[in-house]
C-alpha cells in the first residue's frame, strides 16, 4: 500500500496550529479489499468528502495539516485502539457493540461493512499499517508546535450529513433516528469539545464567532462531541487545544450527486479565514 496520510507543511510562517483530517480519503488498498462487504455506494457518503480541498489554504496560514490517504473503510483514525466491536474481530470477547468502532461493522445506512469478521492478524496488520504511524506523526506534530510555540492546537476537520439519517445509524455511530420524531435539519457548524473540556475557551469562542459571522448557525457537541483525536489530545492543561469541526455538507456540496456545490469556493475561505482566526488567537495567549 502506500502512505498511509500525507504531511503538508506551512508555506507562510508556521503557527501552532495543526490541521487533521482523518476522513476525507476513497482509498481501498488491494490487501484490505477481500473482507469489505460495504457496497459503492456508501463509500463517498461516509467519508468526509472534499475536506481536505477545504483546507487546501491552511499552509498558507502557517498551518500543518495531516491528510489520512486510506478509507474509514479501512480502519476509523478516530477511533482508539481498545474501540473494537465484538462483532467485528475474531477472539474479541462479547457484549460490546460498536457498529463503528475502529473497524465499522455496518455502513452509515445499516447495511454490512464486512463480509466476515476480521482475525486478530489482520487487525493488528491495519494498526502497524494505518492507525499508528498515523497517530505517531500526529503525536510528533503536537510535540514539536509545543516545543515551538508553548502550545498546540489541533483543528480536527470533518463534515456532516446535513439531515439526520433516518435509518441505521449516523456516520460517527450514534442513533440517527428517533421513536415518533422526524429526521431534523442539523446546524451549519458543529464544534465538538467535550463539553468546553478539550481546549481553552478562547479556541473555542473564535469558532463560534467566525461561523456567526457568516451568518451560519452553530450548536455545539451536538451530535458530535467529539471522537478519538479530541478526546485523546486534547489536554488544555498541559497546552494541548483540540476542537472537531463538523460543515454541515450543504455548505459546500450538492448531497445528491456529490459534487461540489456553488459555494464552494467561499467556504474553502471560509476554513482558510478560520484557520488564520485561530492562529492569531494561539499566538496571542502562547507563553511567552
Known amino acids: 500500500m502506500g502512505a498511509p496520510f500525507e504531511l503538508l507543511e506551512p508555506t507562510g510562517a508556521e503557527t501552532p496550529i495543526i490541521v487533521e483530517i482523518a476522513h476525507a480519503s476513497l482509498e481501498l488498498s488491494p490487501e484490505f479489499l477481500e473482507p469489505i462487504a460495504a457496497p459503492a455506494r456508501a463509500l463517498a457518503p461516509d467519508a468526509d468528502l472534499y475536506v481536505d480541498k477545504l483546507y487546501e489554504d491552511a499552509p498558507i496560514e502557517g498551518a500543518t495539516v495531516i491528510v489520512a490517504r486510506t478509507s474509514r473503510y479501512v480502519v476509523d483514525l478516530n477511533r482508539g485502539e481498545s474501540d473494537i466491536d465484538s462483532e ?40 502497524d499499517l494505518v492507525w499508528r504511524p498515523y497517530h505517531r506523526a500526529l503525536s510528533a506534530l503536537i510535540e514539536r508546535k509545543r516545543a515551538r510555540f508553548g502550545l498546540a492546537f489541533v ?20 442513533e440517527s433516528s428517533r421513536m415518533g420524531r422526524s429526521a431534523r435539519t442539523r446546524a451549519d457548524v458543529v464544534p465538538g469539545t467535550r463539553g468546553r473540556r478539550s481546549a481553552d475557551a478562547r479556541f473555542i469562542d473564535a469558532v463560534e464567532e467566525h461561523a456567526i459571522g457568516r451568518g451560519w448557525t452553530v450548536r455545539h457537541d451536538e451530535p458530535y462531541a467529539g471522537g478519538f483525536s479530541t478526546q485523546h489530545y486534547g489536554r488544555p492543561s498541559e497546552g494541548v487545544h483540540a476542537v ?30 478560520l484557520v488564520a482566526k485561530v492562529a492569531k488567537c494561539g499566538l496571542a495567549f502562547a507563553p511567552a
Open 155 to 174: 483543528l480536527a476537520a470533518h463534515s456532516m450529513p446535513s439531515v439526520e439519517r433516518t435509518g441505521g445509524r449516523d456516520a460517527r455511530g450514534a
Open 244 to 273: 472537531q469541526i463538523e460543515l454541515a455538507r450543504r455548505l459546500y456540496l450538492d448531497e445528491a450527486t456529490l459534487r461540489p456545490g456553488p459555494d464552494f469556493g467561499s467556504v474553502r475561505l471560509w476554513c482558510r479565514q
Open 88 to 127: 467485528v474481530i475474531e477472539g474479541a470477547g462479547s457484549g460490546v457493540q460498536m457498529h463503528h468502532g475502529l473497524i465499522w461493522r455496518t455502513t452509515a445506512d445499516g447495511d454490512p461493512a464486512l463480509g466476515r469478521k476480521l482475525s486478530r492478524a489482520e487487525l493488528d496488520e491495519r494498526l
